[in-house]
């Protein structure tokens, strides 16, 4: 049984930074694809970024490139979402995905769909 739990979230101001955990298990992971989403309230899920086990081939939303980073420490099993220059429009509800597959395609990578775990979900709030 896949376990995707994440961590990491909770309250920062505008501008600060935080590091959300996604410790997966129940796998080898070597074949998958993580993705981060995010879901404000009243708004539909969005991609925050992925990257794939096999090569660390990374992909991120234009909302996060140049402050956010995806990364993965392979012996834990566990992947990072290092959220730099917070602003306000990031506050959400942060999951973590998983799905098997090396496609690596842009339809494939941000549909929330294509993922078949998911996490429970860490609450990001960003005052401003």
């Known amino acids: 049984q896949v376990q995707l739990v994440e961590s990491g979230g909770g309250l920062v101001q505008d501008g600060g930074s935080l590091r959300l955990s996604c410790a997966a298990s129940g796998r080898t992971f070597s074949r998958y694809a993580m993705g981060w989403f995010r879901q404000a309230p009243g708004k539909e899920r969005e991609f925050v970024a992925a990257?794939?086990?096999?090569?660390?081939?990374?992909y991120y939303a234009d909302s996060a490139k140049g402050r956010f980073t995806i990364s993965s420490d392979a012996a834990k099993n566990t992947v990072y979402l290092q959220m730099n220059s917070l602003k306000s429009e990031d506050t959400a509800v942060y999951y973590c995905?998983?799905?098997?597959?090396?496609?690596?395609?842009?339809?494939?990578?941000?549909?929330?769909?294509?993922?078949?775990?998911w996490g429970q979900g860490t609450q990001v709030t960003v005052s401003s």
């Open positions: 990257m794939r086990w096999s090569d660390s081939r990374t």
């Open positions: 995905a998983a799905r098997y597959g090396s496609s690596w395609s842009g339809y494939t990578i941000t549909t929330p769909d294509e993922y078949v775990y």
